[in-house]
């Protein structure tokens, strides 16, 4: 993509409406993100539903915007509070709230405010400079590549969201699968699972299936833990010195790198893209001994979580594959506002990759302008308590899955997803792959039965074709590297 | 763990069962296409996935507790607020036995809001919300009855303005 075209395309969206959009989502989404338990997938999802009426340039304004704040806001709580706001600023705790505690928090949330914003700005670039290249790879793709990206997807997913315990991420993705084969079928638009029942026959609706899965299932969560959090810790210098950044461009340009990388891998999301770069800039420091109250490490894992969000969505864009759980919201919100994400999205809409881009800008703009100048007032919502803002959050949740089609049975759905979401955490079944698997579920079906039908039921070029040889040996390693039995042999082998 | 990996495990295997009966109920020669073709093809392949993942969970369960006790030994003190040495997280003491404890307090929540999630339709959308908010933070202790009652109704009139009136968006 051209400079020139980035370019136009930012000056068309320097309108009062596009600039008041992005400045109301991005404090949105800072809000979300610093208040622990509500995520940027709960953001992303509740506000597709209330901006369905939106043109669909404004929609993606509100929800990108949504999207980088969130991200970033989770910074906050995770400094001042020592508990990450969303999952992806679990890593920012380790050296952000030592940081804190010696007095030097509004330092922190300068240090970490900055570092997201260039972690942004990175991602913006590599979804500029990368998507048309990967778009042309995708023009490549069969349905015998997308099937097995799908299966790719939920296994990688599953092992990166749950590494302790793969198998359950791979259950949750195996879940979500087959959760979205309820309704009519895409070849034959025969019903499947919908016990006569007409509001089952457009299958289970996405927005209500993903606000129930994350934001009523956190609601829950939060409001069953006995005790509730209050700052404590005193904010006072905020805008760090730029020689300060100067002195990390290494660690800031390869946890930028890891962010991307991290984020085009589908599903995965930012949280193991800021442990990946804080453990990377850990092993690399020339002081590994101060992590634990560094600012070095500070500044990975916040520039890795937010450049995750331009990686993630790389494949929304290319291959309409979600990098990410909130990058999933992203890519049904596009569907939702007639946009049809994937290899031909550069034919049909030439220029969506350069508006995308250039809505990432003007999000990273009002993120690094809103972040460095309201953080007394932003810690203020800190200390609103869960009892009294859990219930306006679950009015918003109804709200958010009744208005996408206006049916009281998508409230219903929300909450019985709520539900399964809240007992999904209990068991430690995480719910990204769950989601990654519902939205690739009609895609593995549909390509999946067309190759048969296409080859007359032979399996073989599922495993012949380059592409898809690629896609199954990496995800035969991601299998075997987590086996018992497998890693026993490998020792016995060593021995 | 251990317990309620059993119970998942049994939940999964007989969520697969029940999958794939409905699937198999589904036509699989008039379709048009071979057998490769009919709709419950992916739903079978899926249900017997997620009925062999169950199996092997239930297998674990009983016969590795080496791999729960690994489980317990890695996990991260961190993302537990709980453990916080230097006491940011405020204390309640001053609340009756029943919330301090997660099981009544999670039953409490999902009771209020299946109520809410129940009224919507049949109450007006801004009585429900009114109701449903401030009687949320009058059982959880949250304010007293008029700051409840305040932050309820100005809440629900707040929603219905901004969503309603400016964002145009039905409401229920």
Known sequence: MSISVLFSEFMELMNPTSIFNAFWATGFGIIVGMLPGLTATMGVALLTGLTFRFMPEQAMVVLISTYVGSIYGGSRSAILLNIPGTPANAATCIDGNPLARRGEAGYAIGLATTSSGIGTFFGLVCLAVFSPLLGKIALQFGSWEFFVLSIFGIVICGNLTAPKDPLKGWIAGIAGLLLSQVGQDPIQALPRFTFGQLQLMGGLSLIPVLVGAYGVGEIIEVMQRPRDYTVRTKVRQVIPPLRDLFRYWKTIIRSGIIGVLVGAIPGVGEDTASWIAYDTAKRFSDHPEEFGGSHEGLIAAETANNACIGGAVIPVLTLAVPGSAPAAVLLAAMWLHGIRPGPLLPIEQPFFIGTVTAIFLLSTIAMTVLGLSLVRPLVKVLQVPRMILMPVVFTLCCVGSFAVSGRLFDVYLMFLFGILGYFMRRNDFPAAPMVLGFILGPMADDNFRRAMIITGGDLSPFFTRPISIILWLLTFAVILGRSTLFRKMLRSLKK | ?172
């Open chain 2, 1 to 172: 763990m251990e317990k309620k990996d059993l119970t998942s495990g049994i939940a999964l295997v007989l969520t697969g069962a029940a999958f794939f009966a409905g699937s198999l109920l589904l036509p699989w020669k008039d379709t048009g296409y071979d057998w490769f073709g009919a709709p419950g093809l992916v739903p079978a392949i899926l249900a017997v996935l997620i009925a062999l993942c169950g199996l092997r969970l239930v297998i674990r369960s009983r016969k590795e507790p080496d791999f729960y006790a690994r489980l317990a030994a890695g996990e991260n003190p961190l993302l537990c607020p709980e453990d916080d040495e230097e006491g940011s997280i405020g204390e309640e003491t001053a609340h009756p036995a029943w919330m301090h404890r997660e099981g009544p307090r999670a039953v409490l929540t999902v009771a209020l809001c299946c109520t809410y999630v129940l009224l919507l339709g049949r109450v007006p959308y801004m009585a429900a919300t009114a109701a449903f908010i401030t009687g949320f933070i009058l059982l959880f202790r949250g304010a007293g009855i008029l700051k409840a009652l305040f932050i309820g109704g100005t809440a629900s009139v707040s929603i219905w303005f901004v969503f309603y009136k400016i964002f145009a968006v039905f409401l229920p």
